[in-house]
C-alpha cells in the first residue's frame, strides 16, 4: 500500500493568549489523507483554521496534539520538505530580488547548480510566463506576476507535493484563470496538490475532493460530486431546441409523476463574460496603437 | 491563456534538473542565504555609513593640519579607530535588528523554511551575511583610514625635507624615523580586528535579542541599554568586588551579568595604540578569544530559541 500524499491525525492546535488565561483553539481533532496525484481543497472562512493546518504540514508550527506525515514522513522532520513546495498566501519576495535571482536563490536552497540551475530557472520562467520580467526587480512585479513567481519558486525542486495557502487571493481574473490553468497543469504531471481558498466556486473548478473547515473542526469531507450532487434531481443541457420540443417536454413531465422545478435561459459565468470582453478591449487598444 | 495556449507554452518537467537529495546540513545552503542576506543589505544601501565615514575623515585631516605632526597623528588615529568602532557597531546593531523581524513579518521565511532547510542553518546564513557585510566595511574604512594616515605622513617628511635641505645627514634620518614612527604602528591592525571582534559580538547578540523582540525598535532599544551597560560593567564589577566578597555566589551572579551584558570595554585597544603602547600577544589573543566566545554563545541562543519559535 503507497503511502498518502499528506496523512493528518488527530491534529489539535490551541494558541495560547499571552498575559490572558484563555486561549484559542485553532483547529481541534482534525484527520485527513490526501493521495498521491489528487487535487485536494481545504476550505472554510477567514480564520477557520485552514492556514494554521497547512503550517503545520509543513513543520512551521508545532502541534499541540496528534501528527502529520508527508508521504509516510513526519512532517516535523526537515527532509520530509524535500517533496514539498510551498506558496504562502499573498508572498513578499525579497523586493530587491529580480525574478531570475529569486528562482536561483530558491534552487539553491534545494541543491540545485550550475547548468543544472540555470536550464531549471529557465524553464520555470517559461513556465509561469515571466520570461520577459526576469531581470526585473520583484518590487515592481504585480499581484499576479507574485503570484506567478511564487508557483515557480514552489516547483523549483520538482516536488511531489505542492500546498497552496490562496493562491489566487487578491488576483485579478484574468490572473487567477492562469493560476488555475498551472494547477490543473500539475495535476495531469501528477503531483499532488493540497490548496486553501475561501473562493467557492474555483474550488469547485479544479478540486478532485473538499474538506469544509469551521472554527477548526472539518464538517465536511469528501469527493466534490458526490457533496455537491442534489440526489432526485437532474438536469439537461439542450441546444437548438425549439418552442414547441421544450412545450413537449414540459406536457411529458407534467404527464408523469416527476415535477418541474425550473427552466432558464443557459447563462455564460460573470468571469468568462469578463475574460472576452478585456480580451476585446486589449486587442482593440492594440489595434489603435 | 486558453488551454490551447497553454499545451503550447509548457514543457514537462526535464529530469536532468532535478534537485540533488537532502543532505541534513549543508555549508551551500547556508552560503545561499549569506549571499542573500548580503544583496539584501547592500541593497538597502547601508554602505552610505561608509561614506559618511570617509567625509569624517577627509574633514578632520583638513582640520588637522594646524596642528604638531604628532598632535595631527595621534589625533587623527584616535578619531579614525574611534569612529571605525563606532560605525561598524551601529551597523552590527542597525543591520541585524531587522532580519529576522523583517522575513517573518514579510513571510519570506515561510518560502524559506518550507524548503528542506534546517532553522540552525537559516540562522547560520543570517549572522554570516551580517560578519561578511561587516568584514567588507571594516576592510574598506581601515583601508581609507591608512591611506589618509599614509598620504599625511608623505606631506610631512616632504615639508620636513624641505626644511631641513642644509642639515646634516644623520639629523634628517632621525627626524624621519621620528615622523615614521608616530605615524605607523603595527597595533594599528590588530586593534582594527578586534573592533571586527566586537562588531561581531554585537551583531551576534542583536541576532539573539531579536528572536524574542516584537519590533525592531524594541530589539534597537535593548541593545543601546546592552552597549553602555558593557561599556560600563567592568567599573561596576570591580566595584561590586570591592564591596562584597568574591564567594561563589558572587562569582555565579557577576558570570551570569556577564553572559548578558558582556564587557565591550575589554575590546577597546584604540587608547592603547594612539598612546602608542605595545597590544601584548596575550591580550590581543585573549581578546579574540573573547570575541569570538561571545558571537558563538550568541548565535547558538538565537538558534536555539528560533528552533522553538512559531511563525
Not at chain 1, 498518502?4 to 485553532?26: D, E, M, Y
Not at chain 2, 551579568?257 to 590581543?284: C, E, K, M, R, Y
Request: aromatic content about 8%.
Amino acid at each position: 500500500m503507497t503511502n498518502p500524499a499528506v496523512a493528518v491525525h488527530g491534529l489539535t492546535k490551541i494558541f495560547s493568549v499571552p498575559f490572558h488565561r484563555q486561549s484559542i483553539v485553532a483547529v481541534k481533532d482534525l484527520n485527513l489523507r490526501i493521495e498521491p496525484g489528487e487535487v485536494y481543497g481545504l476550505l472554510g472562512p477567514n480564520g477557520s483554521g485552514k492556514s494554521t493546518t497547512l503550517k503545520i504540514i509543513l513543520g512551521l508550527v508545532s502541534p499541540t496534539r496528534g501528527r502529520t506525515e508527508i508521504f509516510g514522513r513526519d512532517s516535523r522532520l526537515v527532509q520530509s520538505r524535500d517533496a514539498v513546495g510551498f506558496l504562502p498566501e499573498n508572498p513578499y519576495f525579497q523586493k530587491f530580488l529580480t525574478g531570475k535571482e529569486t528562482l536561483r536563490f530558491f534552487g539553491r536552497l534545494c541543491g540545485l547548480r550550475g547548468a543544472k540551475l540555470k536550464n531549471r530557472v529557465n524553464e520555470l520562467l517559461d513556465l509561469v510566463e515571466l520570461s520577459k520580467a526576469r531581470n526585473r526587480r520583484l518590487g515592481t512585479y504585480s499581484k499576479g506576476m507574485l503570484q506567478r513567481i511564487g508557483l515557480a519558486q514552489a516547483l523549483i525542486h520538482d516536488p511531489k507535493l505542492v500546498v497552496l495557502d490562496e493562491p489566487t487571493a487578491g488576483v485579478d481574473p484574468a490572473g487567477s484563470r492562469d493560476i488555475r490553468d498551472l494547477i490543473l497543469d500539475l495535476k495531469r504531471r501528477g503531483i499532488t496538490v493540497l490548496l486553501s481558498s475561501h473562493l467557492l466556486a474555483q474550488a469547485q473548478e479544479i478540486c478532485d475532493r473538499v474538506g469544509i473547515l469551521a472554527d477548526g473542526v472539518l464538517v465536511r469531507e469528501g469527493h466534490l460530486q458526490e457533496l455537491i450532487a442534489i440526489e432526485n434531481q437532474t438536469e439537461f443541457v439542450i441546444a437548438d431546441a425549439s418552442d414547441e420540443l421544450v412545450r413537449e417536454i414540459e406536457s411529458f413531465v407534467n404527464r408523469s409523476r416527476a415535477k418541474l422545478i425550473e427552466r432558464r435561459k443557459s447563462t455564460t459565468t460573470l468571469e468568462r463574460l469578463f475574460l472576452e470582453a478585456t480580451a476585446k478591449n486589449d486587442e482593440g487598444v492594440t489595434k489603435q496603437k | 491563456m486558453t488551454d490551447a495556449e497553454h499545451a503550447s507554452t509548457l514543457q514537462p518537467f526535464n529530469a536532468s534538473t532535478s534537485a540533488k537529495r537532502y543532505r541534513p546540513f549543508s555549508f551551500s545552503r547556508i552560503y545561499a542565504i549569506t549571499i542573500n542576506t548580503v544583496t539584501e543589505l547592500t541593497r538597502l544601501k547601508v554602505f552610505y555609513v561608509l561614506l559618511i565615514f570617509a567625509l569624517l575623515l577627509i574633514g578632520s585631516s583638513i582640520f588637522m593640519a594646524q596642528f604638531s605632526f604628532q598632535q595631527e597623528f595621534q589625533i587623527l588615529k584616535d578619531v579614525s579607530l574611534g569612529a571605525i568602532s563606532l560605525f561598524t557597531s551601529l551597523l552590527a546593531i542597525v543591520a541585524t535588528a531587522r532580519l529576522l523581524p523583517q522575513d517573518i513579518e514579510d513571510r519570506t521565511v515561510y518560502t524559506i523554511l518550507a524548503k528542506p532547510v534546517p532553522r540552525l542553518e537559516y540562522v547560520l546564513g543570517k549572522i554570516s551575511g551580517v560578519l561578511l557585510l561587516l568584514a567588507i566595511s571594516t576592510v574598506v574604512m581601515g583601508a581609507a583610514f591608512l591611506l589618509v594616515l599614509y598620504t599625511r605622513e608623505q606631506a610631512v617628511m616632504h615639508a620636513t625635507l624641505r626644511q631641513m635641505s642644509g642639515a646634516p645627514p644623520d639629523q634628517v634620518a632621525d627626524a624621519m624615523r621620528t615622523i615614521r614612527s608616530s605615524a605607523f604602528n603595527i597595533d594599528i591592525f590588530p586593534g582594527i580586528v578586534i573592533i571586527y571582534l566586537k562588531a561581531c559580538l554585537l551583531a551576534a547578540l542583536t541576532l539573539f535579542v531579536s528572536t524574542f523582540a516584537t519590533s525592531n525598535i524594541f530589539t534597537i532599544v535593548v541593545m543601546a541599554f546592552i552597549y553602555f551597560i558593557g561599556h560600563l560593567q567592568a567599573t561596576a564589577r570591580d566595584y561590586w568586588l570591592q564591596e562584597h566578597s568574591s564567594g561563589l555566589v558572587t562569582r555565579v551572579f557577576l558570570a551570569v551579568v556577564a553572559l548578558f551584558f558582556p564587557d565591550l570595554q575589554a575590546f577597546n585597544l584604540v587608547d592603547d595604540i594612539v598612546a602608542g603602547t605595545a597590544i601584548s600577544l596575550a591580550v590581543f589573543a585573549k581578546t579574540a578569544v573573547l570575541g569570538v566566545f561571545y558571537t558563538v554563545i550568541y548565535t547558538l541562543l538565537a538558534a536555539f530559541v528560533f528552533y522553538g519559535k512559531e511563525l
